[in-house]
């Protein structure tokens, strides 16, 4: 199959299943003999973190070449592809408990990712609107931009499912993959990878009767597939039970408005008027427990879900009841009673997403005075944040910024480099915050964090560093091409609010199209060392900079130099790297 053809046929499925959400879709599993399906998976996973991680035999992408393609697509066609089970390892949560992730070998996440690819194309037309989690051009920011459009919320329901991947039920999950797939093998082929196993922490190995392994490179995609269940039930329950176009005036309101206007034309004196205005004002305009009039809203990231309501709380009481026996009788899955909660928008405070989420009346809003205010704010989560520095080794507990000693041996600008990780990466996508002035107080941590660092390094005072360096932390350096470069601290100059950060990131949702496919091959590709064309070639791979050791070995400083994870080498150079034989000045002559 050529190139253009494969593409041909992926787009065909996206348009077929854009224009009609219940087509079937059938001859699938023959996309697996094409050779550039794999290069598309390749390319697609090539830079991720987990590219250079190892699975249970010790293999990951790393060797990539042109014989693991031909094996695949020889054993695709007599069905005989069996996946080996992942290496697993256990890191912790927020919570405490400890979370499960699972690490395919390397021929096993290219098939994962073909899988996915596919998938993707099917079913990516289809979901809802209401879904953020694990879908291309979306983020926590949408699904947040999403919350605040509902005006007017009373209740909220605070949604999280019980280990919602371990407990995916492959029974369930194949019945749903079914009814848009008509191609037995694909479907075998998902059970496959479903019912691969793992090595425990005692290196054992068990058998997965259900759940969907964690770290997977289609795992995503199969777990918005099962809860895409719940989002079509939502819509309906959205659909159903919306109820009303406005609310009932309400009467004290209607009373003291018209008391007001009467005061005014009379002229009477200026005290009753303002009186009058206060007690107009200290009232709702209209009937905030309408029973005509109900509206509700939902949104869901991963396996965590939350919905608005407006009604009475026997309405929220009852409709977290029925999301309840809709996961337990049609996905077999746990609504978490722990993490479920029904909250009060205007007496309290609802996290989601790292985010805080309040009502104008909260009893912790201090902004707004308005006790009707029916608008929803989001709130950046300062202590949440000050928590992630004090686990990265920035601050203390109150606080107060300290150096980091595991950069001490780095060079000045790849402290500042660092910093401005870690300083982009936490306020950035708080800029729509109402509560984004307080961005100071990490900025802050941050900045003397990185100058006391420094201090350190140089056995200077903090005062001497600023002196030295400017009040950004600038530094000049040369790069590996010997050519002159700076890099300063990227400090915020404002922490105004960005009003319509919220509201752009909205907007582009409803207008993004699917990514394109990477057709790009690297075992075209001559060697990078010899650059003979008549060899086969193999890619060499690198772990991320923070992932290395030191001392560099004299590929990985070449690499590190020319700003690349993966280099095709040719079989015998890649035996004289893999045997550490090069010598640095032998690599850079070449």
């Given at each position: 199959?050529?190139?253009?053809?494969?593409?041909?046929?992926?787009?065909?499925?996206?348009?077929?299943?854009?224009?009609?959400?219940s087509?079937?879709?059938?001859?699938?599993?023959?996309?697996?003999?094409?050779?550039?399906?794999?290069?598309?998976?390749?390319?697609?996973?090539?830079?991720?973190?987990?590219?250079e991680?190892?699975?249970?035999?010790?293999?990951?992408?790393?060797?990539?070449?042109?014989?693991w393609?031909?094996?695949?697509?020889?054993?695709?066609?007599?069905?005989?592809?069996?996946?080996?089970?992942?290496?697993?390892?256990?890191?912790?949560k927020?919570?405490?408990?400890?979370?499960?992730?699972?690490?395919p070998?390397?021929?096993?996440?290219?098939?994962?990712?073909?899988?996915?690819?596919?998938?993707?194309?099917?079913?990516?037309?289809?979901?809802?609107?209401?879904?953020?989690?694990?879908?291309?051009?979306?983020?926590?920011?949408?699904?947040i931009?999403?919350?605040?459009?509902?005006?007017?919320?009373?209740?909220?329901?605070?949604?999280?499912?019980?280990?919602?991947?371990?407990?995916?039920?492959?029974?369930?999950?194949?019945?749903?993959?079914?009814?848009?797939i008509?191609?037995?093998?694909?479907?075998?082929?998902?059970n496959?990878?479903?019912?691969?196993?793992?090595?425990?922490?005692?290196?054992?190995?068990?058998?997965?009767?259900?759940?969907?392994?964690?770290?997977?490179?289609?795992?995503?995609?199969?777990?918005?597939?099962?809860?895409?269940?719940?989002?079509?039930?939502?819509?309906?329950?959205?659909?159903?039970d919306?109820?009303?176009?406005?609310?009932?005036?309400?009467?004290?309101?209607?009373?003291?408005?018209?008391l007001?206007r009467?005061?005014?034309?009379?002229?009477?004196?200026?005290?009753?008027?303002?009186?009058?205005?206060?007690?107009?004002a200290?009232?709702?305009?209209?009937?905030?427990?309408?029973?005509?009039?109900r509206?509700?809203?939902?949104?869901?990231?991963?396996?965590d879900?939350?919905?608005?309501?407006?009604?009475?709380?026997?309405?929220?009481?009852?409709?977290?009841?029925?999301?309840?026996?809709?996961?337990?009788?049609?996905?077999?899955?746990?609504?978490?009673?722990?993490k479920?909660?029904?909250?009060?928008?205007?007496?309290?405070?609802?996290?989601?997403?790292?985010?805080?989420?309040?009502?104008?009346?909260?009893?912790?809003?201090?902004?707004?005075?308005?006790?009707?205010?029916?608008?929803?704010?989001?709130?950046?989560?300062?202590?949440?944040?000050?928590k992630?520095?004090?686990?990265?080794?920035?601050?203390?507990s109150?606080?107060y910024?300290?150096?980091?000693?595991?950069?001490?041996?780095?060079?000045?600008?790849?402290?500042?480099?660092?910093?401005n990780?870690?300083?982009?990466?936490?306020?950035?996508?708080?800029?729509?915050?109402?509560?984004?002035?307080?961005g100071?107080?990490?900025?802050?941590?941050?900045?003397f964090?990185?100058?006391?660092t420094?201090?350190?390094?140089?056995?200077?005072?903090?005062?001497?560093?600023?002196?030295?360096?400017?009040?950004?932390?600038?530094?000049?350096?040369?790069?590996?091409?010997?050519?002159a470069?700076?890099?300063?601290?990227?400090?915020?100059?404002?922490?105004?609010?960005?009003?319509?950060?919220?509201a752009?990131?909205?907007?582009?949702?409803?207008?993004?199209?699917?990514?394109?496919?990477?057709?790009?091959?690297?075992?075209?590709?001559?060697?990078?060392?010899?650059?003979?064309?008549?060899?086969?070639?193999?890619m060499?791979?690198?772990?991320?900079?923070?992932?290395?050791?030191?001392?560099?070995?004299?590929?990985?400083?070449?690499?590190l130099?020319?700003?690349?994870?993966?280099?095709?080498?040719?079989?015998?150079?890649?035996?004289?790297?893999?045997?550490?034989?090069?010598?640095?000045?032998?690599?850079?002559?070449?």
């Amino acid at each position: 199959m050529e190139q253009s053809k494969l593409v041909e046929r992926l787009e065909g499925y996206r348009r077929r299943n854009s224009s009609n959400q219940s087509y079937v879709n059938n001859d699938l599993y023959r996309l697996f003999y094409s050779r550039d399906l794999y290069i598309i998976a390749y390319n697609s996973v090539k830079s991720n973190d987990g590219a250079e991680t190892s699975g249970a035999d010790g293999t990951s992408l790393h060797g990539f070449c042109e014989e693991w393609i031909t094996e695949l697509i020889s054993s695709m066609r007599d069905e005989s592809y069996q996946p080996q089970p992942n290496r697993t390892t256990m890191i912790p949560k927020k919570n405490g408990k400890m979370r499960k992730l699972s690490f395919p070998n390397g021929k096993d996440k290219l098939v994962q990712e073909a899988v996915r690819v596919i998938l993707e194309c099917i079913y990516e037309p289809t979901f809802s609107n209401l879904s953020y989690g694990f879908r291309p051009k979306r983020s926590t920011q949408g699904a947040i931009a999403e919350v605040e459009t509902w005006k007017g919320t009373v209740w909220f329901i605070e949604g999280d499912i019980s280990a919602c991947f371990d407990e995916i039920d492959h029974r369930i999950l194949e019945t749903i993959l079914r009814e848009r797939i008509d191609d037995e093998r694909l479907i075998r082929l998902i059970n496959k990878i479903l019912k691969a196993g793992y090595f425990d922490m005692q290196h054992t190995l068990q058998r997965t009767k259900t759940g969907n392994a964690q770290g997977s490179c289609c795992s995503p995609i199969l777990c918005n597939i099962y809860l895409d269940k719940l989002d079509r039930f939502m819509e309906t329950v959205i659909d159903s039970d919306t109820t009303g176009n406005y609310r009932k005036q309400n009467p004290d309101y209607a009373k003291a408005r018209y008391l007001y206007r009467k005061a005014i034309s009379n002229g009477s004196d200026p005290k009753t008027i303002k009186q009058l205005n206060y007690t107009m004002a200290n009232l709702p305009s209209t009937d905030r427990y309408d029973p005509n009039f109900r509206r509700v809203k939902y949104v869901r990231y991963a396996d965590d879900f939350l919905i608005g309501v407006i009604a009475p709380k026997a309405y929220a009481v009852d409709l977290k009841r029925k999301i309840k026996e809709f996961l337990n009788n049609e996905l077999s899955l746990r609504l978490s009673d722990e993490k479920t909660k029904i909250t009060h928008a205007a007496e309290n405070e609802v996290s989601f997403l790292g985010y805080i989420i309040r009502k104008g009346t909260g009893k912790h809003c201090k902004f707004h005075s308005n006790p009707f205010d029916s608008t929803l704010r989001v709130f950046m989560n300062t202590e949440g944040i000050l928590k992630k520095l004090r686990e990265n080794g920035m601050c203390r507990s109150n606080g107060y910024p300290i150096g980091i000693s595991r950069l001490l041996r780095e060079p000045p600008e790849e402290i500042i480099k660092y910093g401005n990780q870690v300083l982009r990466g936490l306020l950035t996508q708080q800029r729509g915050c109402y509560n984004f002035f307080e961005g100071w107080r990490i900025q802050y941590v941050i900045m003397f964090s990185i100058a006391k660092t420094l201090a350190r390094k140089f056995d200077i005072s903090v005062k001497k560093v600023f002196a030295r360096f400017g009040s950004s932390l600038s530094v000049s350096y040369r790069n590996a091409k010997d050519k002159a470069c700076s890099v300063s601290l990227a400090l915020f100059k404002s922490f105004a609010r960005k009003r319509d950060f919220f509201a752009i990131i909205k907007s582009a949702v409803s207008c993004v199209s699917l990514p394109k496919l990477n057709l790009m091959d690297p075992l075209a590709r001559v060697c990078y060392i010899c650059g003979n064309p008549r060899l086969h070639v193999s890619m060499y791979h690198r772990k991320t900079k923070k992932k290395l050791d030191k001392p560099y070995s004299p590929i990985v400083t070449v690499m590190l130099a020319i700003n690349r994870r993966q280099i095709s080498l040719c079989g015998h150079c890649f035996a004289n790297v893999e045997a550490d034989r090069f010598q640095l000045n032998q690599l850079k002559r070449r």
